[in-house]
């Protein structure tokens, strides 16, 4: 099992009970994928980006850290990127 680091920007103007949603919902992905989350939270409440992503000038920043085996990252990969409250995903592995 590898250690991994996940940034998501999420969507800002998500209601209070649809974040809660899905940051459940991103722990579920590592879980169902037998990974364990280790750490889970928000890194930055409304940031202003840098250039505009889906007409969005500002993000949340949701920080994710887990374990979990290196081939289940492709599938990991491709269910955050069905979610389209998320912006842009960057998952790193993070070295021992």
Known sequence: MNKYEAMFIIKPDLPEDEKKNLFAQL???VANNNGKVTSANIWAEKRKLNFTINKFQDGL????????NSDAIIKIRYAYKL????????IT???K
Not at 61 to 68: A, D, E, G, M, P
Not at 83 to 90: A, D, F, M, Q, T
């Open 27 to 29: 722990n579920d992905v």
């Open 61 to 68: 920043y949701y920080l994710l850290n887990f374990t979990v």
């Open 83 to 90: 979610n389209e409250n998320i912006l842009r995903v960057l």
């Open 93 to 95: 592995k993070v070295e």
